[in-house]
């Protein structure tokens, strides 16, 4: 009898030991995914881990918040025309909406010579218009440049927006890739090449989830710690599965660029890959990406696209700690880098013509 109080005691201590440390440990996901300043001091690993629960347990999602986004029948959402404000924990933004839906100004719609493809990396989450990239491409230029980048579309719903805009005077087409663009890619490509998207009723599902998702409750990053791993396994599993296709990842990037509604074969597109804050993360894409199209037969436009290094010039201070979007400065390397591509590729022609 005594042995059996002893267990019980022993288990309940060791129980009761438990629940303080992940006590403990929720309190301290909690102060850290509020405190981007405190974040800043801590490693990388840190910053990524904090960083995950505050993307997929608090902060807004643009496309889900009705007041900056709505429904569309063919691309699933577009942004609302308009103008709205857009915040997070390390940012606040207004965003000026034209027609098309996308965050630009209407007289960009008039036949621009150069088109920014991409999701919201492209789009400017986490800065102010006049700080994309693309605007700064334009005020380099000045000629029309168009943003027609949206939160969180593949390539395949990026080369559908052109359908949308004028391209008879296009000349460069700049397309950000990230990793998340590779089921829409790989969906786009065994539907035949067909553009499925979400209905409205599901679109509404997703609005109402987000908004929900964003509440606290006592476990909540704990738990979000958990599906976190089971997805990493499902992820491992799809996989492992994909390896049975004729096409990979570049494969269902170049299938999208190949056979999108416009024909890009006299545009000059320019490509690179930004997935996140880790540099790191865009190093296997941009390295397949080039031996593909050096070693492959495929079209001219794609054999002659420009790749980006981007693995090379962003850098940890070019992100947010705790989001893990471009910061002004992250913007300001990208647009110098697309500018010297231009300028190199504008002097290239301009050897060619004279020499002829």
Known sequence: ???????IKIISFNLLLILLLLSLYESYMFIMVRSPKLLAMCPRKIQNSIGYLYAWGDRDIIQFTPECAMYDKELGYTLRPGSCVFSGREFSNTYYVNRVGVR???ASLNNPQIIVAGDSVAM?????????????????FGVTVLNAAVSSYGTAREMMMLSRVQT???????????????????QFYLDNNVLNTMTEEKYNYYTSLYDRSKGYFLGKYLLMKVKKRIREFKTTKEAEASYQLDKDEIGFFLNALINGPVDLKDVQIIAFAVSGRNPAD???FTRNLKERILNENLPIFI?????L????ILKQNHFYVLDDHLNRSGHEVIADEIIKAIENTER?????????
Do not use: A, F, H
């Not at 054999?303 to 790749?307: P, T």
């Not at 290094?309 to 090379?312: G, I, K, N």
């Open 1 to 7: 009898m005594k042995d059996k109080k002893r267990y």
């Open 104 to 106: 630009d100004d209407e």
């Open 124 to 140: 400017g989450w986490g800065v102010n218009q006049e700080e994309t990239y693309s605007q700064l491409i334009e005020k380099e």
């Open 168 to 186: 008879g005077k296009l000349k460069y087409l700049i397309v950000q890739y990230s990793g998340n663009d590779y089921g829409e890619n790989k």
């Open 282 to 284: 865009n190093i296997d």
């Open 303 to 307: 054999k002659n696209m420009i790749i």
């Open 309 to 312: 290094d981007t693995p090379t």
């Open 348 to 356: 290239r022609e301009k050897k060619l013509k004279t020499s002829m």
